[in-house]
């Protein structure tokens, strides 16, 4: 029998470059070809080599193979979709327990959205080779800017849970509660900014921390830490002053999670304008990741803020044209 590798025609890159980038311990192990595609995962990278070749490559770039993964991909993709929008739509058939489930079918929905978001932002073979290739590196690479993850979840707990005693009293003696902000507190915007409300939304925050923060770092680590920091202030900010106005009931806001979606609205941005840096329509999939982050948080707290998560996406675009600004601006200085 002839081969699968006979059918297949490719572009290789030297073994030199794959194994310094993507091999794992520097090692170069041979795949066989039935057992990739049987056993293929997404969040797994594997390259290939054609037997007597000297040079590897992610079986997605290769013509024939590509397209076989590709079409096992959309299938998954197809079956966990319909699965999560049955489970989704099951609470209806249940009569008196519907109002019980709203909540659990609105997250599941939200999710189906993501998963409609990744499904039709990858259009071929090529396009999930990229998101593949992409992940790895962030992986790879990203493991440098995780640093500044690891700090603020340690600073941020310690903070609330052994110098302030619990994650409670530390929301209400150091979170920006609006009456006493507008009475002077206002040191209260920047100390509410890093105490949460309890620890399952310090776990949730620092995740989003730890998704998003490495991708922004490959832009800018210093820009990435002043828009984090900066959103988080800034919803701090809007919250109260929406609140000092009368524009809006709540009366405490504490967490950085209007950092988290500026770092995601300047990504959003970059990754449009730049958009031969990212994966084909990755800017689609953080669209669809910041509308599931805002529905989830509603979802699992219906008490958290979506002012403080818009006013961050808006802090961090007005950052984004600031800065493209200030460059285009001193291109022209210099060409002048």
């Given at each position: 029998m002839e081969p699968a590798w006979k059918n297949i025609s490719t572009v290789t890159q030297p073994i030199n470059e794959w194994r310094a980038l993507t091999l794992r311990n520097g090692k170069?192990?041979?795949t066989n070809v039935d057992q990739l595609i049987q056993h293929w995962k997404q969040a797994r990278f594997e390259?290939?080599?054609q037997p007597?070749?000297?040079s590897f490559v992610n079986p997605l770039r290769l013509n024939s193979l590509g397209d076989v993964i590709y079409s096992k991909w959309k299938r998954q993709q197809f079956?966990?979709?319909?699965?999560t929008l049955a489970i989704a739509a099951s609470p209806f058939f249940l009569g008196g327990a519907i109002k019980d489930a709203m909540h659990l079918t609105l997250g599941i929905l939200t999710l189906s959205i993501f998963l409609c978001a990744m499904y039709f932002s990858t259009p071929n073979a090529e396009a999930l080779a990229e998101r593949v290739e992409y992940i790895h590196a962030l992986t790879v690479d990203g493991k440098k800017y995780v640093w500044f993850c690891v700090i603020m979840a340690i600073a941020s707990f310690i903070a609330s849970q052994f110098i302030f005693g619990s994650f409670d009293s530390a929301a209400y003696s150091y979170g920006a509660i609006v009456s006493i902000v507008d009475h002077g507190g206002w040191w209260r915007v920047v100390t509410g900014s890093f105490i949460h409300f309890g620890v399952p939304h310090w776990v949730l925050n620092n995740v989003m921390l730890i998704l998003i923060f490495p991708i922004v770092a490959r832009v800018s680590?210093?820009?990435a830490m002043g828009v984090f920091l900066g959103g988080a202030i800034f919803s701090e900010l809007a919250y109260v002053i929406l609140g000092v106005l009368?524009?809006?009931s709540g009366e405490i806001l504490v967490g950085y999670s209007g950092g988290l979606y500026a770092?995601?609205?300047f990504l959003i941005i970059d990754s449009i304008v730049n958009r031969e840096s990212y994966p084909t329509r990755f800017f689609v999939l953080l669209m669809a990741f910041s509308f599931m982050g805002i529905v989830g948080a509603k979802v699992i707290n219906p008490h958290s803020s979506l002012i403080a998560h818009i006013s961050g996406l808006l802090f961090g675009a007005l950052i984004y044209l600031a800065r493209t600004g200030v460059r285009a601006r001193s291109v022209r200085q210099k060409n002048s």
């Open positions: 170069v192990r041979q390259l290939v080599c007597g070749g000297d079956a966990v979709i319909a699965t680590v210093v820009g009368g524009w809006q770092l995601l609205s």
